[in-house]
C-alpha cells in the first residue's frame, strides 16, 4: 500500500514568488492536513481538508492557502513568499477526520533566498 | 489556545537504559493524543491514546494517558541506538493536531 507521497522533495524560490506543494494521501484516505515544521516553531498546524472542504484551519496569514481535488489529492500555494517561510512542509493522511492516526508524508523542503 | 508541553527536550542515555518521555496538555475539546517518532523528515505513528488508565504497548515501547491530570508518558524500555530520534506528541482536537516541542533522544552504544 503506497504512503502518503508529497512532491516535490526540495524546493528553492526566492521572495515574492509563489509556490505550490502537492499531497497524494493513502488510497482510501479522505482527510488530509498539512503543517509547517521549523526549528523554533516546531510542528505548526496549517489546514485540514475532508472531502474537498477546509475543515480546519491554523494561525497563518491568508498568503497559505490550500484545496482538496475529488480524488483526495490535496495542493497548498503560498503567495508573496517571505524568508520566513522557509520550512518542511508536512501534509498527513487519516481514513477519517480526527478519528484515527494520521500518516505523514516526508515533506517538501522550502527554502526561500 | 492549545498548547502540548514534552520534557525533558533532549535526553541522552546508553543502550540498555529505560526512558521516560513525558506529555502534557491543555486543549479544549480533546479527542485522542498521539505519539510520533521522527527520525528524519516522516514522523511515524506509535500510539493512539483516547482512555485513561490503558497502557498501550508495542515491543519496547509503552503508553498511557491520563486525563484528570493531563498527561502522557512514552516509555522505552532496554533502549538501542535505533531508537535515537525526535518523540512527537499531538493532541486531536476537533480535526487538528497540537504538536509539543518534541524531545530529542540520543541513546550511545
Known amino acids: 500500500k503506497a504512503g502518503v507521497t508529497q512532491t516535490p522533495r526540495y524546493l528553492i524560490k526566492t521572495r515574492g514568488q509563489q509556490v505550490t506543494l502537492s499531497c497524494s494521501p493513502i488510497?482510501?484516505?479522505?482527510?488530509v492536513s498539512w503543517y509547517q515544521q521549523t526549528p523554533g516553531q516546531g510542528l505548526q498546524f496549517l489546514f485540514e481538508?475532508?472531502?474537498?472542504?477546509?475543515?480546519n484551519k491554523g494561525n497563518f496569514p491568508g498568503r497559505f492557502s490550500g484545496r482538496q481535488f475529488s480524488n483526495s489529492r490535496s495542493e497548498m500555494n503560498v503567495s508573496t513568499l517571505e524568508l520566513g517561510d522557509s520550512a518542511l512542509y508536512l501534509c498527513?493522511?487519516?481514513?477519517?477526520?480526527?478519528?484515527?492516526?494520521?500518516?505523514f508524508g516526508s515533506g517538501t523542503r522550502l527554502t526561500v533566498v | 489556545e492549545d498548547k502540548v508541553v514534552q520534557s525533558p527536550l533532549s535526553l541522552v542515555v546508553h543502550e540498555g537504559d529505560t526512558v521516560t518521555l513525558n506529555c502534557s496538555y491543555e486543549?479544549?475539546?480533546?479527542?485522542?493524543l498521539l505519539w510520533y517518532k521522527q527520525e528524519k523528515k516522516a514522523p511515524t505513528f506509535l500510539f493512539m491514546l483516547t482512555s485513561s488508565g490503558i497502557e498501550k504497548k508495542s515491543g519496547r515501547l509503552s503508553s498511557i494517558l491520563d486525563k484528570k491530570e493531563l498527561f502522557s508518558i512514552l516509555n522505552i524500555t532496554a533502549t538501542q541506538t535505533g531508537d535515537s530520534a525526535v518523540y512527537l506528541c499531538?493532541?486531536?482536537?476537533?480535526?487538528?493536531?497540537?504538536f509539543g516541542e518534541g524531545t530529542q533522544l540520543t541513546v550511545n552504544p
Open positions: 488510497s482510501g484516505h479522505r482527510s
Open positions: 498527513a493522511s487519516s481514513p477519517w477526520s480526527s478519528r484515527s492516526g494520521y500518516t
Open positions: 486543549v479544549t475539546n480533546f479527542r485522542s
Open positions: 499531538a493532541v486531536t482536537s476537533g480535526s487538528r493536531l497540537t
Open positions: 481538508y475532508f472531502s474537498e472542504t477546509q475543515r
